[in-house]
């Protein structure tokens, strides 16, 4: 039997950070600890956002538990070769950013950095609603917007990854004189608290 080993998982969102520490093994994968819940307090400056992520990992794992391996997931796009962001437009501060090695060099652990739309379909697929299905699609929309997909049992991980990627998408918008923006300036939360515009209500008609 394999022995179990523990991952620190974290998923870095516009707004937040979260963090949980997970038990692999023969039997699956389990939650190890409670989740940790840490806002992004400045998303315009690297140094912010490495320390939010830092204390949400500290705090998972504060009653001992030791973690042998970080995996984060974070917006794209991703140079996954090169384990770094490229410009993430809900996270400006860390464009460039190697991360696996800033992390590394605070916890002498490996980590690994994957874009949270090919985690989460990759997990739908494995472990949720897409299980024994061979094409799966997932779609996100909070304060980024992205989705990740599986054809034919494959991750479409695109050139330089940007599979799936949609947010950059020019549209335009009649309601607003004809102005051209992207999916994600009028479809996220993020976008729409920088541009002083209304958010999107389950009783307002789609802007896209």
């Keep these: 039997m394999r022995e179990a080993k523990y991952i620190a998982a974290v998923d870095i969102g516009g707004t937040n950070c979260r963090a949980q520490i997970f038990r692999t093994s023969d039997q699956g994968i ?5 989740p940790a819940l840490e806002p992004i307090g400045d998303p315009e400056t690297d140094t912010a956002i490495i320390a ?6 500290t705090r998972t794992a504060a009653h001992g538990l030791d973690f042998d391996f970080i995996g984060v997931a974070g917006p794209g796009p991703i140079n996954e070769k090169a384990q ?12 460039g950013c190697a991360l696996p090695a800033e992390l ?8 690994y950095l994957i874009r949270d739309t090919f985690a ?4 739908e697929w494995r472990f ?22 599986i054809a034919n049992n494959v991750l479409v991980k695109g050139y330089k990854g940007i599979g799936g990627e949609f947010e950059g998408v020019l549209h335009l918008q009649p309601q607003y004189g004809g102005v051209l923006r992207t999916v994600l300036q009028h479809g996220s939360g993020w976008c729409d608290s920088r541009n002083d515009e209304p958010p999107l209500h389950a009783d307002n008609s789609s802007r896209f």
């Excluded at 590394?104 to 980590?111: D, E, M, R, V, Y």
């Excluded at 989460?120 to 997990?123: G, T």
């Design 120 to 123: 989460a379909v990759l997990a």
């Design 52 to 57: 939010t992520i830092k204390t949400a990992i």
């Design 30 to 34: 389990s939650p190890a600890s409670e």
């Design 84 to 95: 770094q962001f490229y410009n993430p437009g809900n996270l400006p501060g860390i464009a």
């Design 104 to 111: 590394n060099g605070i916890f002498n652990l490996p980590c």
């Design 128 to 149: 949720g609603a897409g299980q024994k299905k061979s094409h799966v699609i997932y779609v996100t929309v909070s304060s980024g917007i992205g989705a990740g997909v």
